[in-house]
Nanobody
Framework: QVQLVESGGGLVQAGGSLRLSCAASGRTSSNYAMGWFRQAPGKERDFVAAISRSGGSTYYADSVKGRFTISRDNAKNTVYLQMNSLKPEDTAVYYC???????????????WGQGTQVTVSS
């Protein structure tokens, strides 16, 4: 079992930045690939970014490439999502998730956090 807790969400103006954190407890998070997903009201949960167990491989959704950066600190059991140049369309609840393989498919992920709200005002 892995427990995931997100933090760092909030309200920011367009063009601003936020850094989300996902703290893992339970089984060692370095055993898992980690992903960030987001869900806006009335929409499906969408892939944002993912990182391999070692941090050597990363994937990004086209909509966030060049603006968001995923990273991890396995010593701290924490994964980060640095979000720059935020746009109103980035507004959503952001979730982190853990899985045994590196994938962009939400239903593949075994463990999920409770989510953190990100709101970008225009």
């Amino acid at each position: 079992q892995v427990q995931l807790v997100e933090s760092g969400g909030g309200l920011v103006q367009a063009g601003g930045s936020l850094r989300l954190s996902c703290a893992a407890s339970g089984r060692t998070s370095s055993n898992y690939a980690m992903g960030w997903f987001r869900q806006a009201p009335g929409k499906e949960r969408d892939f944002v970014a993912a990182i391999s167990r070692s941090g050597g491989s990363t994937y990004y959704a086209d909509s966030v490439k060049g603006r968001f950066t995923i990273s991890r600190d396995n010593a701290k059991n924490t994964v980060y999502l640095q979000m720059n140049s935020l746009k109103p369309e980035d507004t959503a609840v952001y979730y982190c998730a853990a899985d045994g393989i590196l994938t962009m498919v939400p239903r593949s992920y075994d463990y999920w956090g409770q989510g953190t709200q990100v709101t970008v005002s225009s």
